[in-house]
Structure formats: structure tokens, C-alpha cells
């Protein structure tokens, strides 16, 4: 089983890679340059990516001029990460209800503490603590507080 759930502005980074979009800021190159090497120094099969992460690159794809170009990237970074959805949970002794109960109680817990945060980042904390994975992500500040879940910043 993969050992890193990578949230998606770290996809978005090795999209981007693809793309060779670099950045006018050197301190924000240093960075994408070190999540780039990160990801390239680990087998293929530690890295997923969580079907909320694939749905918000898809909505990247809808709203492209280029849907065509798009897609391809998307597709391109989908066979370099494998996708893990609903089904997999299965796969790997997760029921539905249990990813569903890690997110209520994450969520519960922020809200409860006044430290709410995005919908679709307590999906990937709940799909990545519920299958025991560190979440990539350089959005610590937002990870960092779920209580139980592992989280690196490749690009520091």
C-alpha cells in the first residue's frame, strides 16, 4: 500500500512540472524544485493521490480554454500517482462508513475548536488519516491541526 497521500497543491507542483511552468520567485522555485525531487526520488508505489484530489484537478480541466491539453496533463500526472478511490478503501479493509467517520470527527473536532477548514482538505485528512498515510502538502497550517494525522512539506 502507498505511503503518501499527496494533497493537491502538491500535485498541482508536478503538473506544473510537466508544464515546465517556472516560477519569476526564487524562493518559490527553490521550493517547487525541492518537491520535484522529493517525488522523483520515491517509488512510484509509496505515492496516491485522494479522489478528492483527482476531482479538484478535474475541475482545473472543465475550466480550461485548452480541456483537450488539459486533460492529457491530468491524465499524464494520474499515471504517475496512482488514484485512490472509494473502491480501494475496500481494497484495503476500509469501509466507506469508516472514511465517512474519520471526516465527521475531524471536522467536529475543528469546528468545535474554531479551526475549521477547506471541505475538501478534511476529505483528503480524513481519506489519508482513515488509511494510515502521510498527506504531502505545503498547507501545513491546515493539516497540522488533525489530530492524528501524519503530515510532510516536501518543498522545505
Avoid at 20 to 31: G, N, V
Avoid at 66 to 72: G, I, L, S, W
Avoid at 94 to 101: E, G, N
Avoid at 121 to 130: K, T, V
Amino acid at each position: 500500500m502507498a505511503k503518501y497521500l499527496l494533497d493537491t497543491n502538491a500535485c498541482i507542483g508536478i503538473r506544473n512540472s510537466f508544464r515546465d511552468i517556472k516560477s519569476k520567485d526564487a524562493a518559490r522555485q527553490a521550493a517547487h524544485d525541492k518537491l520535484i525531487a522529493k517525488w522523483k526520488a520515491m517509488p512510484a508505489s509509496e505515492l496516491a493521490m485522494s479522489f478528492f484530489t483527482l476531482g479538484e484537478l478535474l475541475v482545473w480541466v472543465e475550466k480550461h480554454a485548452d480541456q483537450e491539453r488539459a486533460r492529457a496533463l491530468t491524465d499524464q500526472l494520474a499515471q504517475e500517482v496512482r488514484v485512490i478511490g472509494c473502491p480501494s478503501c475496500a481494497e484495503h479493509g476500509l469501509p466507506v462508513q469508516a472514511l465517512a467517520t474519520h471526516y465527521a470527527a475531524i471536522r467536529a473536532g475543528l469546528e468545535i475548536a474554531g479551526e475549521g477548514i477547506a471541505d475538501n482538505d478534511l476529505w483528503i485528512a480524513a481519506h489519508g488519516r482513515a488509511l494510515a498515510m502521510t498527506v504531502v502538502t505545503n498547507n501545513t497550517k491546515h493539516f497540522g491541526r488533525v489530530p492524528d494525522l501524519q503530515v510532510e512539506d516536501w518543498t522545505v
